[in-house]
């Protein structure tokens, strides 16, 4: 089965606030596994429900992992209408965004926070995060709530990234309908 599509900014559905989970039924137990998925595919650190187009409250993250020869066994984290809690300190991170193509940038974020979320067996999920689980729980958290880490960055930086962003769609969309029509 083909993997699930990561979309991209500026696609409106990253805007979207997610609802959170009443239930957790087999669609949503499908749903985590093909998250886990794509994010190993990619590959990236986290991943929320919100950027493969489904808006409910669920991410997965794993930060341990790398994409060497099984170095780290995959043990990904699956968090259930996740909420931070305790934010303490701040910390300056570069973060980059597999739903925002070919940037990266400085973001501000609490330094320690608290997660709790429940598991996919309805169980209660408390971690003490710091260093880069804190910041990605955050990240995955913010696209819940239909933020992006370009949200968080300097409206020049920004603009700056939204400009070349244009022209790469542009250029993209010309080489896509110049082969299509010949
Ligand atoms: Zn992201």
């Avoid at 137990?29 to 489904?54: F, K, N, S, W």
């Avoid at 994409?67 to 066994?73: L, V």
């Avoid at 995060?129 to 920004?158: M, N, P, T, W, Y």
Wanted: hydrophobic share 40%; net charge negative.
């Amino acid at each position: 089965m083909a993997l699930r599509t990561v979309l991209q900014f500026p696609d409106k559905r990253l805007k979207t606030a997610a609802k959170p989970i009443e239930s957790i039924s087999d669609e949503i137990r499908q749903l985590a596994q093909d998250m886990c998925e794509v994010m190993y595919d990619e590959p990236g650190i986290g991943l929320a429900a919100t950027q493969v187009g489904e808006p409910v409250r669920l991410v997965v993250v794993d930060t341990e992992w790398k994409d060497d020869e099984g170095a780290h066994e995959k043990n990904p984290l699956i968090l259930v209408n996740p909420e931070l809690s305790e934010r303490d300190g701040k910390v300056v991170w570069s973060e980059g965004c597999l739903s925002v193509p070919d940037f990266e940038a400085e973001v501000e974020r609490s330094a320690r926070v608290v997660m709790r979320a429940i598991d996919l067996d309805g169980k209660p999920i408390e971690i003490r995060a710091e260093g880069l689980q804190a910041v990605c729980f955050q990240h995955e958290v913010d696209h819940l709530d239909g933020i992006l880490f370009i949200d968080r960055i300097s409206k020049l930086k920004r603009s700056r990234y939204v400009l070349k962003r244009k022209k790469q769609l542009k250029h993209e969309a010309e080489a896509g309908s110049s082969s299509s029509t010949g």
